[in-house]
T-cell receptor, first 114, second 111 residues
Framework: AQSVTQPDIHITVSEGASLELRCNYS??????LFWYVQSPGQGLQLLLK??????LVQGIKGFEAEFKRSQSSFNLRKPSVHWSDAAEYFC????????????FGQGTELSVKP | NAGVTQTPKFQVLKTGQSMTLQCAQD?????MSWYRQDPGMGLRLIHY???????DQGEVPNGYNVSRSTTEDFPLRLLSAAPSQTSVYFC??????????FGSGTRLTVV
């Protein structure tokens, strides 16, 4: 069955430090890949997505992600974290590339130290 | 404004009661889906639909029913609510599985 793993439940970084959030997926073909961010009590905001082509994807708020087929990974990065980035981050896989089904990881909660 | 509208935003039910969570989209998307969000478990797919008259089960379908009589609407029914269904529910629509639009969510508490 398809699955998404975010190994880190909670990460704390200092403001201005770099960030990498890990995401691994299990799927037979190249899936559609997404990263979402959610602030407490809020809905989901799309950071970036990957369908095909260039494996390095740029998103909003200075985030980027790299698709590595050999590692079945789609890690999210940001070179310099701001206090406003504190939130929960979800990686998701579009299953079968049809049907509007998303399989989500468990999420990574990011805290930012001043 | 175009998007996905979920109602109600908040609901408290007693165990055994039934209710319907409403979801409507005005973007003419063929694909729609329901998710529940619980702490530490991310969002889990309940049911999904690839078009009017077609629905299928997701990861956690037990206790929920859906129907899709029109492209615009995809209601989620709880026939007999249980405390385990206390959660935040999100509806989403999608264009070709590439662009997803999520509703703002329904916070359901079952006592």
């Amino acid at each position: 069955a398809q699955s998404v793993t975010q190994p880190d439940i909670h990460i704390t970084v200092s403001e201005g430090a770099s960030l990498e959030l890990r995401c691994n997926y299990s799927y037979g073909a190249t899936p559609y890949l997404f990263w979402y961010v959610q602030s407490p009590g809020q809905g989901l905001q799309l950071l970036l997505k990957y369908f095909s082509g260039d494996t390095l994807v740029q998103g909003i708020k200075g985030f980027e992600a790299e698709f590595k087929r050999s590692q079945s990974s789609f890690n999210l990065r940001k070179p310099s974290v701001h206090w406003s980035d504190a939130a929960e981050y979800f990686c998701a896989v579009g299953v079968d590339n049809q049907g509007g089904k998303l399989i989500f990881g468990q999420g990574t909660e990011l805290s930012v130290k001043p | 404004n175009a998007g996905v509208t979920q109602t109600p935003k908040f609901q408290v039910l007693k165990t055994g009661q039934s209710m319907t969570l409403q979801c409507a989209q005005d973007m003419n998307h063929e694909y729609m889906s329901w998710y529940r969000q619980d702490p530490g478990m991310g969002l889990r797919l309940i049911h999904y639909s690839v078009g009017a008259g077609i629905t299928d089960q997701g990861e956690v379908p037990n206790g929920y029913n859906v129907s899709r009589s029109t492209t615009e609407d995809f209601p989620l029914r709880l026939l007999s609510a249980a405390p385990s269904q206390t959660s935040v529910y999100f509806c989403a629509s999608s264009y070709e599985g590439r662009d997803y639009t999520f509703g703002s969510g329904t916070r359901l508490t079952v006592v």
